[in-house]
């Protein structure tokens, strides 16, 4: 049995500049027992992929998390074969930690899913506030 556990989810709309709708980004922070969960996903309409937003996106929630949250680990689960979101958790800091088998069911098909993270030691400074 575990000893504690507790959920905390949030989601943020992504905008653009004209007010538009174009995207969520998810965090989800779960503690289990020893453990700090903490994920983030990001969604976008399809005509607006490619434009940078994910990786803007991402950039600030994970600013946010490591400025307000007392957490030590983010991480990200995406399919094997999503190259774009693979390339914009990369340039977030992101690394590949590895393959899970038969995580999920899309389009038919049961997939691979590939695990992510960043941990506030490979975090240098926040992004959103210097525009580094």
Known sequence: MFSEYSSDHADFIIEKKDGTRIGVVLQFLSKVGF???VEIGCMLTQEERGNGYSTEAVEIIVDYLFLLKD????QALISQGNVAAQQVLEK???????????????RGKIRDGVLFSIIRDDW???KILTGI
């Open 92 to 106: 977030n800091g992101f690394k590949k930690e590895g393959v899970i088998r038969n995580v999920g069911f899309l």
């Open 35 to 37: 453990m700090d969960l």
């Open 124 to 126: 240098d400074t926040p």
């Open 71 to 74: 957490i030590h680990r983010i």
